[in-house]
């Protein structure tokens, strides 16, 4: 029996003191075995940049639409079109105009340089053959007045001299007054003043009617390029590579006002952004940089992984949900989405804006010790009195 007893004793001691030895290496443990102490919230992913709203400055008549909502669009992608005849009919005046205007100059530098022979370049012809020819007329008639003007003036110019020369020997001879070699050294100086004033008249009017072509072609110039970039807008492009988001006239055939919004596109390939709800009680340990786990309700975290980031940007206010009733405020957090933890799962993973996630922000770390001591802590100050 003594020997029986004292077994059980010595079973009893070995039993107290495995216990001891794991409460003391539970405890060393538990002192030491860092936890991470993490803020959770339910976020959604966004881009980084806003929603791209598609509209026409001028409006017009919806002609076509290309895409649905819902599609993947690149950048400069045709989406939709504006009837572009107004436009078009405007570029195709405008050009005859200025095309005319640069065939009158190049007859008038022609008519202004005294050359003889004019031609206009293959462009005009090309262009509009009867515009050329009727210039290339124009051009033979008005050199023709001109030198018939000037070949009468010089006719009257060398007449006169040669009267001149008559009466100045009549006179040396005294058979004419001398009044008479006056008169017509007069009218001499009055032929080649009519001479030289033909020439100069000539060549004013010229530049003159260049220069007043020249104002004229600025002005059409700055039309067409107006004209141009209306018909330019009339094909609607994809601002960015993105989703088609939302579609707000869909009725081929009908107006769209100027200004008023056609497509929203969501931007891809764009940096995305958990954009994550945080209490206001847990939000004094979240700081810039805090790196976080995502995970992506889409996707079962425990078969795909999760994602990494760090927090980007903390709202500087609460917020409220205005069509939730009794909401609770938050926080908006922005986490960055770390590309390097998406390398080599593209294919995996189909993100894109506005899909759910939970973001866990690693605020610290705790020890085990601190975890469990922590109920007891906030039992004290439950009891204390006020």
């Known amino acids: 029996m003594r020997a029986s007893g004292s077994r059980k004793r010595r079973s009893s001691a070995t039993l107290v003191w495995v216990l001891a030895a794991f409460v003391t290496v ?18 959604v992913l966004v881009p980084s940049s806003s929603n791209q709203i598609v509209q026409s400055l001028e409006g017009g008549i919806l002609e076509e639409i290309n895409v649905g909502e819902g599609d993947f669009v690149e950048e400069g992608q045709i989406i939709a079109r504006l ?43 090309q262009a509009d053959p009867i515009l050329a020819q009727s210039e290339v007329q124009l051009f033979e008639a008005r050199l023709f007045d001109h030198e018939t003007a ?41 032929s080649q003043a009519l001479l030289d004033q033909l020439t100069a008249e000539f060549q004013l009017d010229r530049a003159d009617e260049i220069s007043e072509l020249l104002t004229e072609k600025a002005r059409l110039e700055a039309q067409i390029a107006q004209s141009r970039d209306q018909l ?32 929203e596109i969501t931007p891809q390939n764009d940096e995305l952004l958990i954009e994550v709800r945080i209490r206001p009680a847990d939000i004094a340990f979240v ?9 992506l309700t889409a996707y079962d975290f425990t078969i795909y992984g999760s994602l990494y980031g760090e927090v980007a940007q903390i709202s500087a206010d609460t917020f409220e949900d205005e069509e939730t009733a009794d909401a609770e405020p938050y926080y908006k957090v922005l986490v960055a989405i770390d590309p390097a933890s998406l390398i080599g799962r593209q294919e995996i993973f189909d993100i894109r804006p506005g899909m759910l996630a939970s973001a866990e922000l690693h605020v610290g770390e705790k020890t085990v010790m601190q975890y469990l001591i922590k109920p007891l802590i906030k039992a004290n100050e439950a009891l204390r009195e006020p």
Do not use: C, H
């Not at 005849?85 to 570029?91: C, I, L, S």
């Not at 009158?104 to 022979?117: I, K, N, P, Q």
């Not at 994809?238 to 919004?261: C, H, K, M, R, Y």
């Open 232 to 263: 330019l807008r009339s094909t609607l492009r994809s601002p960015a590579n993105g989703i088609v988001n939302t579609i707000f006239t869909t009725t081929v055939g009908g107006v769209v006002q100027p200004g008023e919004p056609i497509f």
């Open 287 to 295: 700081t810039p940089n805090m790196p976080s786990t995502i995970k």
């Open 83 to 125: 009837n572009e005849t107004q436009y078009r009919a405007d570029v195709r005046d405008f050009e005859g105009q200025i095309l005319a205007i640069d065939a009158r100059l190049d007859r008038l530098r022609a008519e202004l340089s005294g050359v003889t022979d004019f031609s206009l370049d293959d462009r005009f012809w």
């Open 26 to 43: 539970f405890v060393i443990w538990a002192r030491n075995a860092p936890l991470d102490e993490i803020v959770r919230g339910p976020g």
């Open 150 to 190: 000037i070949t009468s003036a010089r006719d009257k110019v060398d007449l006169d001299a040669r009267q001149v020369s008559l009466l100045d020997d009549l006179v040396a001879k005294n058979a004419v007054p001398e009044i008479d070699l006056i008169n017509a050294q007069s009218a001499a100086l009055d």
